[in-house]
């Protein structure tokens, strides 16, 4: 490939500026949804010093995945450490966007390496340079890339789309090297593929989709790349066997010998493992449209009001969209020599959503996984504009007008995407006005009002929006209740006018009514819900951590809403337990929880046997030890905390975060404690 020329090196630089305008306004000081529990409140990865033990702390202070996604922990940890030491999330989100430039460039490489394998019709002029780099820009200014920007903790998405295409650069080159027969070609494609796959799946576990990403390449784009050679061929089926072929056979073997690695995760989802796949089919169809159709009032952060497909006609749409991806898929296999690009769009674009969009027990929707899958279709997409508009005329208004329009417009609504992303005033208010059939959105806006102190009676409205819209779930309830008691409060203390009313509430999703009979009697309602959805539904780890909250609520911050309805609390813990279908992870934070409340109570062996059961579920949890051992000193109980200590120092499963967590407990074992029971 010749050496970019001075005007597209412009070309790119008007590119990045172009990028940078259109996040600009995102890039403010706030976090959201799963920063807080990754960034925000994860002290592993707020490191002090660079030295061996933090930056090993940091790249093991994540969760997530199977493989714990260690370079996107340690670049928070990095993060943090480079900002001054201090949870700034503009610095996060800038830092985000530099990835998402690079990424930007390295599309703008790969494209352009692409349009030069083709095997281009003699009668059709393509400007190589001009339509990679509109392919690149519109890639990089498509507004639904946002969620993979600007959403902090979703650097796990960009950060192994950076190694997994920088991987892929180093295997088309190589792979063009291998056609004509230049020296440790082979080798090129093994190291580019090997550690792409290695360093991306490290942050997150979609690069190991990358060989079959090569493999996409390789069947169209690159199969006019034609070998004469039958050991080059050989050599070819080999590294497609290792890098793909094998991989494959030893994952469907050890998903058939454990499949509750699978099943398992179901057992708290409101969908089975075949209503997923049929209702990723039409939300495969959706990515398209909204790759195709960016209308800003169909991106979202929440996803969660999509229809499932409870069979192939309920809705019709499912057999449609399942036909649809069946037929695709075979006429690009079929014709995939014929019509390269089209193959390639589709297969890349399947072939990307592999892992999130099938099997998987996961949330059925976010639009970050589309950050690489969204390449196959928007290279098409740019390949057939060109062509079309060299079709229709040769003047240069036209040719080179029209891509400049597209980018234009596709910046102008990433930076009108962005202004909404850059308060969660504006974000949640903005979800809900959009989406207001979304139980999350609804759920998103009633917290973003009480952490600003809202008006008390539209934060209601949102959790009640909320509980009807989701009827699994019993969170929004939950502070609903807490809410109730809250205003009963401020009538009691004449804040309220108590409207005399003869009315009674029939059902917990009635609308309040300022009298506090009324509200005692809709609170009533309300408990009996939310213990029935406890005892009856599936519950989420999300449930388990908002009871966990509303534990620590009442017993940690003493709030007085949540004081107030504590013997609720311990009635939603108790059927939480009671649930049959509670997931064995979650079961030791509802225990916990539940001590906290017994000791706040006075019952101190109840609460240390709730710590016990909880240990027992998992002992391979150092974090339930620790609840134990922080109960020990808020109870200054200074000589059982000594020994639990040591039990903790030679615990198997100790961690550098643990190690760090237990030197600062015997840092404040000296300082008076607040004692929980002298209340």
Known sequence: ???????????????????????????????????????????????????????????????????????????????????????????????????????????????????????????????????????????????????????????????????????????????????????????QMYIGIGLGTLLGALCKENALLLPYLALVIEISILSNLSLTNQKQKKQLTIFYSLTAGIPAILALLFLSMNPGIIFNGYSFRDFTLSERVMTESRILMLYIVQILYPAIQNLTLHHDNI?????????????????????????????RKKQPILAF??????????????????????????????????????????????????????????PIMIIICLTALTHVRSNIWSSPE??????????????????????????SHGDILEIYEHLRASSKLNPSDPTSLMTMQQLLAALKSQITNGEWINNPTTNQPSSYDDKPIINSIYIDKLAQHINQETNARLKHQKISAATAMAL???????????????????????????????????????????????????????????AYNDLDAAYQEQPQEVYLLIEKLTLHITLQEREKADLLIQKIESHPSLSLHHIRTLKNIKHALNKPQKNIIDH
Not at 6 to 12: A, D, E, G, N, P
Not at 311 to 330: G, Y
Not at 560 to 587: H, K, T, Y
């Open 1 to 187: 490939m010749n050496r970019p020329t001075k005007k597209h090196r412009y070309s790119l630089l008007i590119l990045i500026i172009l990028t940078c305008l259109a996040y600009l306004p995102g890039l403010s000081n706030f976090m959201l949804s799963d920063d807080i529990p990754n960034i925000a409140n994860n002290h592993a990865i707020q490191i002090e010093t660079l030295d061996s033990n933090s930056l090993l702390t940091a790249a093991s202070a994540n969760d997530s995945g199977p493989l714990k996604r260690p370079l996107s922990s340690l670049s928070f940890g990095l993060n943090y450490y480079y900002s001054g030491k201090q949870l700034d999330a503009s610095d996060f989100k800038i830092t985000n966007l530099a990835i998402h430039i690079i990424n930007g460039i390295l599309i703008y490489i790969i494209a352009l390496y692409l349009i030069k394998a083709l095997n281009i019709p003699a009668r059709i002029t393509l400007p190589e340079k001009p339509l990679a780099l509109f392919i690149a820009a519109a890639w990089a200014l498509h507004p639904i890339q946002l969620t993979a920007v600007l959403y902090i903790v979703q650097r796990m998405a960009s950060m192994s789309a950076l190694f997994a295409l920088a991987g892929l650069l180093v295997f088309i080159i190589g792979r063009i090297r291998f056609t004509e027969k230049k020296p440790y070609a082979a080798a």
């Open 307 to 335: 229809e499932i497909s409870r069979s192939l006609l309920q809705p019709w749409t499912t057999l449609v969209a399942c036909l649809s991806i069946i037929a695709s898929v075979v006429l690009s296999l079929r014709f």
């Open 345 to 402: 769009a589709i297969l890349w674009f399947l072939a990307a959503h592999a892992m999130e969009s099938s099997i998987l027990p996961l949330v059925l929707m976010y639009e970050h996984r589309n950050y690489l899958a969204s390449f196959g279709i928007i290279f098409a997409a740019g390949y057939y504009i060109y062509i079309l508009i060299n079709q229709l005329s040769n003047k240069p208004l036209i040719t080179t007008g029209t």
């Open 426 to 451: 504006t974000l949640t208010y903005f979800d809900v006005k959009n989406h207001p059939d979304s139980a999350q959105a609804h759920s998103s806006r009633a917290k973003h009002l009480l952490q």
């Open 548 to 606: 966990k909250s509303s534990s620590e609520c009442a017993v940690k911050s003493q709030a007085p809403q949540c004081l107030a309805v504590i013997n609720e609390i311990q009635e939603w813990l108790d059927s939480a337990l009671q649930n049959q279908s509670l997931p064995g992870n979650q079961r030791p934070i509802i225990y916990a929880a539940r001590a906290w409340i017994n000791a706040y109570k006075g019952d101190i062996d109840l």
